[in-house]
Nanobody
Framework: QVQLVESGGGLVQPGGSLRLSCASS????????MAWYRQAPGKERELVAAITNDGTTNYAESVKGRFTIARDNAKNTVYLQMNSLKPEDTAVYYCNADQRIGLRVYEYRGQGTQVTVSS
């Protein structure tokens, strides 16, 4: 059974850093891509960063140059390094994985981890 478990959230001051981790219960090459999404209160869920099996990455414009997504295949873990954090980065961050089998796409999501940026 696929499980994604996030960790690393917390309270940080503006300008600070956090590293989120997403541990998969199965080999991450099972997925076509993994990503981090976030959702702030009263706002829609938005894509923060994504990484494919070949290492291709893409980022939301609002986090480019500040956030880095990376994967450790040996540990079946994806990370989100967040630097120069701003109050507007405050949200629940979710790890997401897509698995394509034929024409069907299966999506998996973790339980989320809270990130609060405040002085």
């Amino acid at each position: 059974q696929v499980q994604l478990v996030e960790s690393g959230g917390g309270l940080v001051q503006p300008g600070g850093s956090l590293r989120l981790s997403c541990a998969s219960s199965v080999n991450i090459f099972t997925y076509n891509a993994m990503a981090w999404y976030r959702q702030a209160p009263g706002k829609e869920r938005e894509l923060v960063a994504a990484i494919t099996n070949d290492g291709t990455t893409n980022y939301a414009e609002s986090v480019k140059g500040r956030f880095t997504i990376a994967r450790d295949n040996a540990k079946n873990t994806v990370y989100l390094q967040m630097n120069s954090l701003k109050p507007e980065d405050t949200a629940v961050y979710y790890c997401n994985a897509d698995q394509r089998i034929g024409l069907r796409v299966y999506e998996y999501r973790g339980q989320g981890t809270q990130v609060t940026v405040s002085s």
